[in-house]
């Protein structure tokens, strides 16, 4: 278990070019959640997935955010035509849902792709 | 609008004091409430996850409490040292276990 891996670590990029990041979540963990936090503040929701399913997207996510996780295990997240408002810590997270698990569990956090839009 | 509230924002203590970290939550319908570490510039440590059935969790010197009825969960790190420093976050779960976070409290225990 090597824990959860985001690449890269950091990207930077100009005002409308597209980026995508990577997350690749602990195996076998069936659910994948993307954050999104700014300087300061706590992660905001973005989108998540159970296995290849994308089960819900915040309304933080505009036209511009698209994420994929085709197989049910890596995902990606790309950005198009990226604005300066999108400078931001992404982060991922996956948890091991099983159906009579009860409410919840635990999350584990990667260590995060800092976008830098100039 | 559910919403979750950290207060204070940062939090200075001398080592060996207890800290008392509270989280405020609006929504009582909550399925689970967790509390996180965050290091600067890194991700997030899961600390404790408290279930909507329970009233508390202990991991160590860390213990967490969960009313409901008022919105409101409690962190205690018994004993602090410098190593606790570091930014604590309060969640609530709710469907899909989908998290929303409070601000967080910016803990520092000086030596």
């Known amino acids: 278990d090597t824990g959860v891996s985001q690449n890269p670590r950091h990207k930077i990029t100009k005002r409308g070019q597209n980026v995508t990041f990577r997350c690749d979540p602990i195996s076998e963990h069936n659910r994948l959640y993307w954050y999104r936090q700014t300087l300061g503040q706590g992660p905001e929701f973005l989108t998540y997935f159970q296995n290849e399913a994308q089960l819900e997207k915040s309304r933080l996510l505009s036209d511009r955010f698209s994420a994929e996780r085709p197989k049910g295990s890596f995902s990606t997240l790309e950005i198009q035509r990226t604005e300066q408002g999108d400078s931001a810590m992404y982060l991922c997270?996956?948890?091991?849902?099983?159906?009579?698990?009860?409410?919840?569990?635990?999350?584990?956090f990667g260590p995060g792709t800092r976008l830098l839009v100039l | 609008k559910q919403e979750v509230t950290q207060i204070p924002a940062a939090l200075s203590v001398p080592e060996g004091e207890n800290l008392v970290l509270n989280c405020s939550f609006t929504d009582s319908a909550i399925y689970n409430l967790q509390w996180f570490r965050q290091d600067p510039g890194k991700g997030l440590t899961s600390l404790l996850l408290i279930q909507s059935s329970q009233r508390e969790q202990t991991s160590g010197r860390l213990n967490a409490s969960l009313d409901k009825s008022s919105g409101r969960s409690t962190l205690y790190i018994a004993a602090s040292q410098p190593g606790d420093s570091a930014t604590y976050l309060c969640a609530r779960g709710a469907a899909g276990n989908k998290l929303t976070f409070g601000g967080g409290t910016r803990v520092l225990v000086k030596p």
């Open positions: 997270a996956s948890s091991d849902y099983q159906l009579a698990g009860g409410l919840g569990e635990t999350q584990y």
